[in-house]
């Protein structure tokens, strides 16, 4: 099996460095790079979603396990996961539309919060969220890239018979820099789309192999109970924590963001998710099938010889290859399969958390905070130079990895991996709330004005009521000498003026309405706007329907949020769940029973719970107390 799997693996590096140069023609702008410019079709959005989250910390070691520990109760739970995931995405995904479908803005979660929750422009507070929010992701997708290689190089090494890890986990980092450096998304996509092939191919000759060996089954009814342990035999804290996060998962994680706005198609996530949630429940079936089949099959059937090294549960996938050696010659390369395909899962997995991270520190960071501007505002030179830099900090972000990595070896504390996982990826509901309450980005960005220059000369010569007076509160000559001082455009000078204007109360008179050519809901939306005092969004529908082809129009509701309470809660959220999950771990590694009646292997499936409960009583409290005092 050994060079079996050798060849097979470096067959595959052969075609992911192929194709990354292909890819790197493709690849020059920006939002190519990162974004593969908004043209992910349907097909390669369902490879990536299931790629990426076939991940062996949270999916594949996870089914398995629990399929071992809780039988048939945890294929049920995990699979719930999944149907939530999906339906929790299809409730909100209608006010994500403007953002996903706006080819000129980012394709970032943290500039869709900023710009939602922004009172203007500049706004400090708007800066802080999406400086706050993107530094936490950023690092926990290094963590779990870490994570994620780990597991991979353990495999790895333990299926060539290497007995150093580290060349096992450098030779993986080092392959998914170098592809993911010269194509960008586009090579992710292509090796995710590749890895998923293989992943399939993987289980089902490990299916075919378990056929061959015609092992005999315990009861598992004498193992696992009746159906009530079916119900609830997973225990009512996995049960709470597993159906969290299927409902706030594909919400929060920068990766589902930057696929969404890489198909620009909210037609076309919406659709992928549901495909992509019958494939995974399909996979979770299989998964979790494997631990059983170690429990009730493999278990009882190991001499005792091989009996010790059983893991007891913590790695079924490891415990089947126990029995490759008692199986005829021709299987080794159902075997060598089966090995190439839960590798591919771990390179599937952390190729996306390395182009995501990259991506977040770009248009987050460089673009979005040092530049204030998005993708759609850079020109061609500057949009080259921005996915240069991208290239650059893959690079970085290699050594970096490698460098953890052998940190936490040394302090050991990469032996409990999927602990950490938890961890890492419980920081990321630190945004559900600021999600699922948004409804869509309200102030204008800069890309809101198409034609800055028109625009401008339309105001100057604008006589209609209200809007006449637009040109003296805009004060178009100051905003172009500002502009000319910072170095900003003129675009980013009027969308910072206009913020702070819309948010006033103008007149709003018959000859306003009369001036503007408005249809029944348009003017009902209007009229509702002035009546609650939401001049925010009456102003802006003012605006836009007296300069239709001049300000794109997005759909909005109302939102009086304080930016204030964003920050705060994303805050302490993100507090919340690093004191709760590392309390966690630290607990179960130094053997603590027991603590507030929970013990620590609770506490730490909670961690999802209290990072949500946390951000909802801050968020709703911060708002009541600010809007009293306003």
Not at 72 to 83: A, E, H, N, R
Not at 462 to 480: A, H, M, T, W, Y
Not at 597 to 624: E, H, K, N, Y
Request: glycine share 8%; net charge neutral.
């Amino acid at each position: 099996m050994r060079e079996i799997l050798l060849c097979l693996l470096v067959g595959i590096a052969i075609v992911f460095l192929v194709e990354a140069w292909r890819a790197y023609r493709k690849a020059r702008r920006v939002q190519d790079f990162f974004l593969l410019g908004g043209r992910l079709k349907l097909s390669s959005f369902v490879a990536t979603l299931v790629s990426t989250n076939l991940s062996l910390g949270n999916f594949i070691f996870l089914c398995a396990i629990w399929g071992y520990f809780y039988g048939y109760s945890g294929m049920l739970w995990i699979s719930v996961c999944i149907v939530l995931l999906v339906v929790g995405f299809l409730l909100f995904a209608n006010s994500f539309r403007p953002y996903v479908e706006d080819v000129r803005n980012s394709g970032s979660i943290h500039e869709y919060l900023s710009c939602c929750y922004s009172r203007s422009a500049d706004d400090v507070i708007g800066r802080n969220i999406r400086f706050a929010a993107s530094t936490a992701t950023i690092v926990c997708l290094l963590l779990a890239l870490v994570l994620e290689l780990h597991l991979g190089a353990t495999l790895l090494a333990a299926f060539v018979g290497i007995s150093d890890y580290g060349f096992a986990f450098v030779s993986l980092t080092a392959l998914i820099c170098f592809y993911s450096l010269f194509g960008g998304y586009r090579s992710v996509v292509f090796t995710d789309f590749l890895q998923g092939i293989l992943l399939f191919t993987g289980l089902t000759a490990l299916f075919v192999v378990a056929a061959i060996l015609g092992l005999q089954w315990q009861s598992a009814t004498d193992v696992y109970g009746g159906l009530r342990q079916v119900a609830f035999g997973a225990g009512w804290h996995n049960i709470v924590s597993i159906s969290v996060i299927g409902l706030g998962w594909l919400l929060v994680t920068m990766d589902t963001w930057q696929r969404n706005c890489a198909s620009r198609s909210l037609d076309t996530s919406k659709s992928g998710a549901i495909i992509g949630g019958v494939l995974m429940v399909i996979l979770v079936i299989a998964l979790s099938m494997i631990g059983i089949f170690d429990r009730l099959a493999v278990l009882p059937s190991l001499s005792e010889a091989q009996a010790p090294q059983h893991s007891a549960g913590f790695h079924p996938i490891a415990d089947l290859f126990l029995l490759s050696g008692g199986t005829p010659a021709w299987t080794n390369f159902l075997w060598a399969l089966a090995a190439l395909g839960f590798i591919m899962a771990a390179v599937s997995t952390a190729d996306t958390f390395l182009i995501v991270a990259s991506h977040s520190a770009v248009s987050d960071l460089m673009i979005g905070l040092l530049k204030r501007a998005e993708f759609g505002a850079l020109d061609d030179h500057e949009s080259e130079s921005f996915a240069n830099i991208g290239r650059v900090l893959i690079v970085v972000m290699g050594l970096a990895t490698v460098a953890l990595w052998f940190c936490g070896s040394m302090l050991h504390l990469l032996d409990d991996p999927l602990t950490l996982f938890f961890v890492a990826y419980s920081v990321q509901f630190a945004l559900f709330v600021p999600v699922v309450y948004s409804g869509g980005p309200r102030h204008f960005r800069p890309t809101n004005i198409t034609d800055p220059e028109q625009f401008a000369e339309r105001l100057r010569g604008e006589d209609r009521p209200v809007l006449d007076s637009l040109k003296d509160k805009l004060n178009l000559d100051e905003i172009r000498s500002s502009d000319a001082e910072s170095g900003f455009s003129l675009s980013y000078g009027l969308a910072s003026r206009l913020n702070t204007i819309v948010e006033e109360e103008w007149d709003y008179s018959e000859g306003l309405f009369a001036s503007l050519e408005l249809d029944d809901v348009r003017r009902r939306t209007l009229t509702d706007a002035v009546q609650r005092k939401d001049y925010l969004l009456a102003n802006r529908t003012v605006l836009e329907e007296a300069y239709p082809k001049l300000i794109s129009k997005i759909p909005m509701r109302s939102n009086s949020t304080h930016p204030a309470a964003v920050f705060v809660s994303v805050c302490l959220s993100i507090a919340v769940s690093l004191i709760v999950g590392l309390g966690s771990a630290i607990a179960m590694q130094r053997g603590v029973t027991g603590f507030l009646w929970l013990a620590p292997d609770q506490w730490l499936a909670l961690s999802p719970v209290m990072t949500i409960g946390t951000g909802w009583i801050v968020f709703l409290g911060l708002r009541w107390i600010l809007r009293r005092h306003q």
